[in-house]
């Protein structure tokens, strides 16, 4: 069934959907919330981290002039291994990450956090590993090298 899913969830849908079942989760049991020391610089440290990772892995595409389109890896033009890809396989699935942790810690409520490792669960399952298939079919060793040489999320 979840061969169904794959390469068919936009991945910004799916951080917006995380987002809302964190938002519905503290919503259904507020007294779970706590405080968390220095949440505000957690918050903007990992916000700012987020659109750094996100906005870096956009603008190497676009140097690559390839595209970001993550339902259609066949469509890629380039393996990007420059400036944040040279850190991370999935930089703008991290940034994704990076804003559901702030927006955990913005929450306060300890059920928020735990919809972190679903959503990387999901993102692995459903986008990652098939697109790695997709890239790996089209670019062969050069693609392999890179899988080997970069980590998958950090």
């Known amino acids: ?5 794959e390469l068919k969830v936009p991945p910004a849908l799916m951080t917006t959907l995380a987002g809302l079942l964190q938002w519905s ?4 049991l507020p007294g779970m919330a706590v405080d968390i020391p220095a ?25 690559a002039r390839t ?12 393996v990007v291994q ?8 999935n930089p703008m699935y991290l940034g994704f990450l990076l804003f559901l942790l702030a927006f955990a810690v913005y929450l306060g409520n300890p059920l928020a956090f735990l919809v972190l490792p679903l959503f990387v669960l999901a993102m692995t399952r459903l986008q990652i590993v098939p697109e790695e298939r997709a890239l790996t079919e089209k670019f062969g060793e050069p693609y392999r ?9 950090i």
């Open 1 to 5: 069934m979840l061969s169904a899913l």
């Open 39 to 63: 949440a505000g610089w957690i918050v903007a440290v990992s916000g700012a981290l987020g659109v750094a990772f996100a906005v870096g892995g956009v603008l190497a595409f676009a140097a």
């Open 82 to 89: 420059n400036g944040v890809y040279q850190i991370t396989r």
């Open 145 to 153: 090298q890179y899988l080997a040489r970069v980590r998958r999320w």
């Open 25 to 28: 989760l503290d919503r259904a």
């Open 67 to 78: 595209t970001v389109d993550p339902i259609r890896p066949s469509k890629t033009a380039a």
